[in-house]
């Protein structure tokens, strides 16, 4: 049986062509960038054109506003920290959203253990912020505001440019996770008006482990890894060149087809939500119906449990993932879903489908069919669920 992968949030598939970019760096040219023989240099040059083309699509001024990282948590951390620790003689005080990433969420907590104070500003229903909110929370300790530009769960789009005017007007620092827009959704840090922009190779058809953070020029960051002095000095240790080789080639493919893939996810991915809506009574849509990610899909079945629902989706070949934090061994709905507003046991019902480029009618059609059944047969075995009065007092 053919697998269904709608888990494109969580990771891609590298694409072919980005493979063949990178072979020759992990095979023949496998020269320190950093050496100054003819080896090196050519890893140096690999390494330069990467920068440049990476810089072009997010609309940077310089290839040196790129550092390249680890990937998306590492470029969060080198942010958020990075930032906050060269800024500590000017303020204390961070502000970011109640629905990031753990990758920005716990490098917050954990700055509150280093004197730093963070507000957390609330969502709406929808999960997006309002910009006003953002101005309410400045203090005159502000030094740096983090906010996510889609969220990795719900799929909502946040108004980060509104944020930056106001953000922009008072000189505070303004970093935003970029890793779930990057390659799917136009970015340009100008239009956004930030200062620093995660990304993340493997979120858009790259390979796993290589990212980056653009910094503006001018931006001081303490740096999170020291040695050597590879990255201006940002960013110690001898560079992924297959990884940045491979991350700026899925990135200009991205570009590349965006306006034909995003427009084609969008109604795979609304015709799945109609489905979903239209044949599993006692559901919800998570997350804004427009202001989402092309791909995503996040909804709440009310009575049943994520984790069983996909273990039962896995058995049929679907490969998808759920709010409730099982990965972590925690039974705790997530962060997110309850900074909707949502109660716990309705939370806990909750099921993420994520579209990529290799999704087909074919399989949204196939996950329509087996879907009702799966969640009726959980329904049944649920205490709480009364099939003929149709809902039950939770
Ligand atoms: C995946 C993801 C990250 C982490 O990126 P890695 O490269 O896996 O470390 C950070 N933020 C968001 C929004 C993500 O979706």
Redesign the pocket.
């Known amino acids: 049986m053919n697998r269904i992968y709608l888990d494109h949030?969580a990771t891609t598939p590298m694409r072919p062509e980005v493979l063949e970019a990178m072979l020759p760096y992990l095979r023949e040219q496998y020269g320190n960038p950093s050496s100054i023989y003819t080896e090196g240099r050519e890893a140096r040059k690999a390494l330069d054109r990467a920068r440049d083309r990476i810089a072009k699509v997010l609309g940077a001024s310089s290839p040196r506003e790129i550092i390249f990282t680890s990937?998306?948590?590492?470029a969060?951390n080198l942010a958020i920290k990075g930032a906050a620790f060269a800024l500590k003689n000017k303020g204390n005080h961070i502000i970011t959203s109640a629905i990031e990433?753990h990758?920005v969420y716990d490098t917050c907590r954990y700055l509150e253990k280093h004197g730093f104070k963070v507000t957390l500003v609330p969502v709406d229903s929808y999960g997006i912020v309002d910009p006003a909110a953002v101005e309410a929370a400045l203090t005159p300790e502000t030094i740096l505001v983090s906010i996510?530009h889609a969220n990795?769960e719900i799929g909502t789009i946040q108004p980060i440019a509104e944020i930056s005017k106001i953000l922009r007007e008072r000189g505070i620092l303004f970093h935003t996770?970029a890793?779930?827009t990057v390659g799917h959704i136009p970015v340009d840090v100008d239009e956004l008006g930030v200062d620093m922009l995660?990304l993340?190779a493997?979120?858009f058809y790259g390979p796993k482990g290589v990212?980056a953070l653009y910094v503006r020029k001018g931006i001081r960051l303490h740096p999170l890894i020291h040695g050597g002095g590879q990255e201006q000095n940002r960013r110690a240790g001898t560079e992924n060149v297959a990884g940045i080789v491979g991350m700026a080639e899925a990135l200009v493919l991205a570009a590349g087809e965006m306006g034909e893939e995003a427009p084609r996810q969008r109604e795979l991915r609304d015709r799945l939500i109609q489905g979903i809506l239209a044949r599993i009574p006692h559901t919800r849509l998570n997350g804004h119906p427009e202001k989402r990610l092309p791909g995503n899909v996040s909804v709440c079945f009310e009575y049943i449990e994520g984790e069983a629902l996909l273990l039962n989706l896995d058995m049929q070949g679907i490969a998808a993932s759920s709010g409730s934090a099982c990965t972590s061994g925690s039974l705790e709905p997530s962060h997110v879903l309850l900074a909707l507003g949502l109660p716990h046991e309705i939370a806990h019902g909750s099921l993420r489908l994520t579209l990529g480029r290799g999704t087909t009618a074919a399989e949204i059609d196939a996950v329509l069919e087996v879907l009702p059944g799966i969640v009726e047969k959980l329904r049944q075995m649920s205490p709480l669920y009364d099939a003929n009065a149709g809902c039950k007092a939770h």
Request: glycine share 16%; proline share 0%; hydrophobic share 20%.
């Open positions: 949030a990937g998306g948590s590492e969060d990433h990758a996510m990795n996770d890793v779930q995660s993340s493997h979120k990212g």
